[in-house]
């Protein structure tokens, strides 16, 4: 993992929540779109019908793929080099974004228009290529709003989903527009206006891939706004950026794919665009890239397979369902988890694919519901791996120092009967400052990570054993056993 | 990363001593059975594919003749008035006669501007193609690019007029795979288009909005033969 993106993570999920939780409009903006997506999801895999068979299906060829990624990769590679495309390897997204460099400058570009990709993200291609003079265009609708106000994607599929008409409005108005209104059509007008005349001058296309397919050596593009199709048309060179789990064998596979990935991200029976590109453009054509360039990375990826506990984290198809479903996401948003991927999937995949001690705190964004596992086309058990990945932090020693002391200390009281009396009439004793009606409530001290949000009640003024003892000796007497508490 | 490194570190993980090279064995392939076998007769084929694509915003009519369908498609471009139409080239025109119908208009056709054909279709208003295929479940119509079929045709205008007959429409997405691979084998044409219905995004406070980049109207003309 790049020391820069340790840089990025200088907080904590619990920080970054905390913030998040203080935006109303972010909280009522992520519900409210989580809900639709939702409620669109079911609707559409229940007119589909048999949606238990097409995920287990799913999961199936996924699975397969996986387990002999050696082959179909080696087959999907062969295949685009036969098409005459170029293709890359990358251990990490370091070298990923060199090699992007090394093709955009070699071809002297000084504008490139991109289509929505997590893994461009994840490489921080953007920020290398400005560094270089190099002028990059987001294209998505919504990732572009992202850039122009400078911020990350909040989701993986709807990224603008904080952003009001009026901060957009604000946004777009810099950027040159004049006499906008909040009207989702005058704002949608004047993005297609400023956008059409990038596409029609860019000298780079870059694109991620949804899936690659080994036995033509297609990259296939699922898209709505048709600006995947501009970046794969218009530009003279064509840059595919794609994680190197990306393949799927055959053509009868992308059926499946077709009929699960848009009805879990956008409950829509296909995106409008499902876009098959083979090669670079055929001599004589008119339009198309000259030359076709495809950036295989691993970046942590390859570290998965072989391990039974996670390799499944590979089969995933991005389509965001778990998000939707997520209680934890739903109520924090995105830019919590501090990382490119948010939410259930987020939260297995980042400290996965970063190894070192950012992002080990993610895992515990969760309230392992499994809520994800159940919404997920694929059906990945990402509920089970946030339980090992916690179990991992606490076999690497990487729990906080507090929370080991607090164990350390629980097991020590609780092992002896006369240690944990004395230290419960101790405890006693030491709450009365902090009792208010029956709770203890406080703001700061040991206590606080439960106490801050929540009160805690407080310890009996005397124990069990002291009150069945009483009970004993009254019952003796032939008295009712009296309620002391 | 040297491409051998990047197999073998896969094969290595994966408990191999060097990487796969021969097809691995599969049970299952492609979608459920139940799926595979979901086959509408014609009939039901064409209105499937007409009210899928109504749901998407976009607006198809049938016509029992080529006759009717280019008079339906005159009366279409006089209502809408552009100033130019854009057209695929090759076997298409001739098939459909779409001359007939343009005579008057400024028609730039595919391919004849060279270096310039992307530029000038750029500029036009109406973009007129015929289709490869069409899919009755999701309303979809299937374009494969090559020298006259260009692809900016169905992309840069603001209408996109398709132009279908009834025996291209396919129940599902898979039957149209079988045929493309038949026909072509491993080597597919340079992009093949999946087109279901207008542009679109919601990424604006999640309101739907229109004719994002893409075309915002979608129109099929059908004729049944
Ligand atoms: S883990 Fe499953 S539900 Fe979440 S994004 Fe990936 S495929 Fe979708």
Redesign the interface.
């Given at each position: 993992m790049s020391t820069e993106k340790d840089a990025i993570q200088v907080t904590t999920i619990v920080d970054r929540s905390r913030l998040a939780l203080q935006d109303d409009f972010l909280r009522g903006?992520v519900r409210?779109?989580t809900e639709?997506l939702r409620g669109r999801k079911a609707a559409s895999s229940e007119e589909l019908g048999?949606w238990e068979?097409?995920r287990e299906?799913g999961r199936?060829?996924r699975s397969?793929t996986i387990?002999?990624?050696?082959?179909y990769?080696?087959q999907f590679?062969d295949?685009v080099q036969?098409?005459g495309g170029h293709?890359y390897?990358?251990?990490n997204a370091e070298?990923a974004a060199q090699t992007i460099v090394k093709i955009v400058e070699k071809k002297q570009a000084k504008l490139a228009v991109k289509s929505k990709s997590m893994v461009s993200e994840e490489i921080h291609i953007n920020k290398h290529l400005q560094e270089r003079g190099i002028e990059v265009v987001e294209?998505?609708?919504?990732e572009y709003?992202i850039q122009l106000a400078g911020e990350m994607p909040s989701h993986i599929i709807?990224?603008?989903i904080h952003?009001?008409?009026s901060q957009?409005k604000d946004l777009f108005t810099a950027a040159g527009a004049t006499n906008l209104t909040t009207d989702?059509?005058d704002?949608?007008a004047f993005?297609?206006r400023a956008?059409?005349d990038k596409?029609?001058r860019a000298d780079v296309g870059m694109t991620g891939c949804n899936f690659a397919i080994a036995?033509?050596?297609?990259v296939v593009l699922f898209t709505?706004?048709?600006?995947g199709?501009?970046v794969?048309?218009?530009p003279k060179t064509h840059i595919v950026t794609m994680g190197?789990e990306r393949i799927l064998?055959?053509?009868?596979?992308?059926?499946?794919m077709?009929?699960l990935l848009p009805r879990s991200a956008?409950g829509q029976?296909?995106?409008?665009?499902?876009?098959?590109?083979?090669?670079?453009?055929?001599a004589?054509?008119?339009?198309?890239p000259d030359e076709l360039h495809i950036v295989?990375l691993?970046n942590g990826r390859?570290?998965q397979?072989?391990d039974d506990e996670f390799q499944e984290v590979l089969h995933c198809i991005r389509c965001g369902a778990c998000l939707n479903v997520c209680p934890v996401y739903r109520h924090i948003g995105g830019h919590a988890y501090g990382s490119v991927y948010p939410g259930p999937i987020g939260a297995v995949l980042t400290p996965l694919l970063n190894q070192g001690e950012a992002y080990q705190d993610l895992p515990y964004a969760s309230s392992l519901c499994g809520a994800c596992y159940e919404a997920c086309p694929v059906k990945i058990p990402l509920h089970d791996m946030l339980v090992a990945l916690r179990r991992r932090n606490v076999e690497q020693g990487r729990t906080k120092w507090a929370e080991r002391m607090a164990f350390q200390g629980y097991r020590m009281v609780f092992a002896k009967a006369g240690r944990y009396k004395r230290v419960m009439r101790l405890a006693r004793k030491a709450q009365k400052p902090l009792l208010r009606q029956g709770y203890v409530e406080s703001t700061m001290g040991p206590l606080m990570g439960w106490t801050e949000s929540r009160h805690a009640p407080a310890l009996a003024k005397s124990s069990f054993r002291e009150r069945f003892q009483s009970m004993q000796q009254a019952w003796r007497r032939g008295e009712d056993g009296g309620d002391q508490v | 990363m040297r491409e051998d490194e990047f197999f073998a570190g896969i094969a290595k993980r994966l408990g191999r001593s060097s990487a796969l090279t021969t097809a691995p064995a599969r049970d299952v392939v492609g979608a459920p059975d139940f799926w595979q076998s979901y086959a509408l007769p014609e009939e039901e084929r064409l209105e499937k594919f007409c009210v899928e694509l109504e749901k998407l915003g976009g607006s198809a009519v049938v016509y029992d003749s080529k006759a009717s369908l280019l008079q339906g498609l005159s009366g279409f471009l006089e209502t809408l008035q552009p100033r130019t139409v854009g057209m695929w080239s090759g076997a298409f025109t001739a098939e459909f006669d779409v001359d007939r119908v343009l005579a008057g208009r400024e028609v730039v056709y595919w391919g004849t501007d060279g270096a310039n054909s992307v530029a000038r279709m750029a500029q036009v208003d109406v973009g007129i193609t015929g289709c490869d295929f069409a899919i009755a479940d999701t309303g979809t119509v299937v374009l494969m690019s090559d020298i006259h079929k260009g692809r900016s045709v169905s992309l840069l205008p603001s209408v996109h007029v398709v132009l279908i007959k009834s025996s291209q429409i396919r129940t599902r997405m898979g039957e149209v795979w079988a045929e493309v691979l038949q026909q072509h084998g491993g080597h597919l044409p340079s992009s093949i288009h999946f087109i279901s219905g207008p542009s679109r995004s919601s990424d604006i406070e999640n309101d739907l909005s229109i004719g994002v980049h893409g075309p915002a109207t979608v129109y099929a003309l059908i004729w049944q033969e």
């Open positions: 903006a409210f779109t639709r048999n068979a097409w299906r199936q060829i397969h387990a002999h990624l050696d082959y990769l080696r590679v295949n036969a098409h293709v390897f990358a251990a070298e294209t998505d609708l919504g709003i709807i990224p603008a952003k009001t008409r957009i989702t059509k704002l949608t993005a297609r956008l059409r596409f029609l036995e033509s050596g297609s709505n706004e048709g600006n199709r501009m794969s048309t218009l190197m064998p055959t053509f009868a596979d992308l059926e499946v077709a009929n956008t029976k296909l995106t409008t665009y499902m876009s098959v590109i083979t090669g670079p453009r055929r004589e054509e008119a339009d198309g295989i691993d390859s570290s397979l072989g | -």
